[in-house]
C-alpha cells in the first residue's frame, strides 16, 4: 500500500512563504499524478494543485498565481511552493495519488498525517 509522508509546514505572517513536501512510498511514483490537497476546520478537504505524470500541473482558483506543485521522481516526491500566503490558507496539508473519474481528479491512495500550515494576519 503507498504511503505519503508530508512534511514542510509551519506558522508564517501574511504575505510569507513556506515549502511543503511530501514523500512516497512507491516503486512507480514517476507513473502517479500527485495532488496537495488541505483540509481547514470545519470545513471539507479540497483539492488544491495536481501534477501529472507529464509535468502537467493544475490550480484552484483559490491558489492560482500564488501556490506552485512540482516533483521530484528521483526521490519520489512532490512540492509546493506557496507564496504570498493568506489566512485563508490555514489548513492541513496532505498529498496523495489522484486519477480522473470523468471530469474530477480523486484521490486514490490512503491519507498521511498531513502537515498543518497556520497563516497568522
Known amino acids: 500500500q503507498v504511503q505519503f509522508e508530508e512534511s514542510g509546514g509551519g506558522l508564517v505572517q501574511a504575505g510569507g512563504s513556506l515549502r511543503l513536501s511530501c514523500a512516497a512510498s512507491v516503486s512507480v511514483f514517476r507513473l502517479y499524478a500527485m495532488g496537495w490537497y488541505r483540509q481547514a476546520p470545519g470545513k471539507e478537504r479540497e483539492l488544491v494543485a495536481t501534477?501529472?505524470?507529464?509535468?502537467?500541473?493544475g490550480y484552484s482558483d483559490s491558489v492560482k498565481g500564488r501556490f506552485t506543485i512540482s516533483r521530484y521522481n528521483a526521490k519520489n516526491t512532490v512540492y509546493l511552493q506557496m507564496n504570498n500566503l493568506k489566512p485563508e490558507d490555514t489548513a492541513v496539508y496532505y498529498c496523495?495519488?489522484?486519477?480522473?473519474?470523468?471530469?474530477?481528479?480523486?484521490?486514490?491512495?490512503?491519507w498521511g498525517q498531513g502537515t498543518q500550515v497556520t497563516v497568522s494576519s
Open positions: 496523495n495519488g489522484v486519477s480522473t473519474s470523468g471530469s474530477r481528479w480523486v484521490a486514490s491512495g490512503s
Open positions: 501534477i501529472t505524470s507529464g509535468f502537467v500541473t
